[in-house]
């Protein structure tokens, strides 16, 4: 039994691992930017759109946002264009 539960952690271990760089490799081939937020509730806002269009001087495409770990209240916003 002890076996089975090792080899279980490890696999999911694995799993987690694999998911994260799969994550990073996605995530490394956009543009970012970090900005104060919550990505749950400011991603797609209409003001963060504003910022990010005039940060770029053009009109920009929202992908994605993800937490930053390092820093509390803070995102990265991915983006296209």
Do not use: W
Request: hydrophobic share 40%.
């Amino acid at each position: 039994m002890r076996k089975f539960k090792r080899a279980a952690v490890a696999a999911a271990g694995v799993l987690a691992i694999s998911g994260l760089g799969i994550g990073a490799a996605q995530a490394a081939e956009l543009p970012y930017v970090m900005t104060p937020g919550d990505p749950a509730t400011d991603c797609f806002t209409a003001e963060n759109q504003r910022e990010m269009d005039m940060g770029a001087g053009h009109h920009v495409t929202i992908v994605h946002c993800e937490r930053d770990p390092q820093n509390p209240g803070s995102m990265f916003v991915f983006y296209r264009g």
